[in-house]
């Protein structure tokens, strides 16, 4: 009988790959869909009144709002085992990145500073959301003309911009991005970054025009 291979040590890594991929994956459609929902307010506010209605009716903020925070965490802690937090570990990356001049290391340093921003950012958004109920474009609109509008201009381009180098990377990761079609899949990444950084800033400039009164 042959005896079984042993392959231990490799489970907990390829496990937590795995978390990594899927939380992050889960992260993305709710930023897109998130996007989606609050830009309902450039058709018409009282359409992202009704859905933010709809998601307080449902409990779906109430209680989503905690669960999208908790699986942004263990994204991160998943994923920070990876990145260069002390001056020494920095030091020798920022060296090999110089040397190597490899663009895909450098969006892989990009994501990392992007994603401290955007757990920082996010983390606050979310508990200025759930603690101001109910979900209206009046709210929102005060919110972004009481002060807030220089918080969304960084949270959104920087939200952004570490989905799309994220969703790259898994592609390649996972073998869907290759040699062959790296450029068109940049492409329609650079495309998509851009339709939701513009459809971002257009639903800013409405709920900046739209009047309201205090939450």
Do not use: C
């Given at each position: 009988?042959?005896k079984?291979?042993y392959?231990g040590?490799?489970?907990?890594?390829?496990?937590l790959?795995?978390?990594?991929?899927?939380?992050?994956?889960?992260l993305?459609?709710f930023?897109?869909?998130?996007?989606?929902?609050v830009?309902?307010v450039?058709i018409?506010?009282?359409?992202?009144?009704?859905?933010?209605?709809?998601f307080e009716?449902?409990?779906?903020?109430q209680?989503g709002g905690?669960?999208?925070f908790?699986?942004?965490?263990a994204?991160?802690?998943?994923?920070?085992r990876k990145m260069?937090f002390?001056?020494?570990?920095l030091?020798?990356?920022?060296?090999?990145s110089?040397?190597?001049?490899h663009?895909?290391t450098w969006?892989?340093?990009?994501?990392?500073?992007s994603a401290?921003?955007v757990l920082?950012?996010a983390?606050i958004h979310?508990y200025?959301?759930?603690?101001?109920l109910?979900?209206t474009?009046e709210?929102?609109?005060?919110?972004?003309?009481g002060?807030?509008?220089?918080f969304?201009?960084?949270?959104?381009?920087?939200?952004?911009?570490?989905?799309?180098?994220?969703?790259?990377r898994?592609?390649?990761?996972?073998?869907?991005?290759?040699r062959a079609?790296?450029?068109?899949w940049?492409?329609?990444?650079y495309?998509?970054?851009?339709?939701?950084v513009?459809?971002?800033?257009?639903?800013?400039?409405?709920?900046?025009?739209?009047?309201?009164q205090?939450?």
């Amino acid at each position: 009988m042959t005896k079984p291979q042993y392959n231990g040590p490799q489970t907990v890594p390829t496990r937590l790959d795995f978390f990594q991929a899927s939380t992050g994956v889960l992260l993305i459609l709710f930023l897109w869909a998130h996007l989606i929902m609050v830009g309902s307010v450039v058709i018409s506010p009282k359409l992202m009144n009704i859905l933010g209605w709809f998601f307080e009716a449902t409990y779906m903020a109430q209680v989503g709002g905690p669960i999208v925070f908790l699986i942004m965490l263990a994204h991160f802690v998943i994923a920070a085992r990876k990145m260069p937090f002390n001056a020494g570990e920095l030091s020798v990356f920022w060296k090999h990145s110089r040397e190597m001049n490899h663009k895909d290391t450098w969006l892989w340093l990009v994501q990392v500073l992007s994603a401290l921003v955007v757990l920082v950012l996010a983390s606050i958004h979310i508990y200025q959301i759930l603690t101001h109920l109910p979900i209206t474009a009046e709210n929102s609109a005060v919110r972004v003309q009481g002060g807030w509008l220089p918080f969304y201009l960084v949270l959104l381009p920087m939200a952004e911009l570490h989905v799309g180098i994220g969703l790259y990377r898994l592609g390649v990761k996972y073998g869907y991005i290759t040699r062959a079609n790296r450029k068109q899949w940049q492409f329609r990444e650079y495309m998509l970054m851009l339709f939701f950084v513009l459809f971002g800033l257009l639903t800013l400039w409405r709920l900046w025009m739209l009047g309201g009164q205090g939450v």
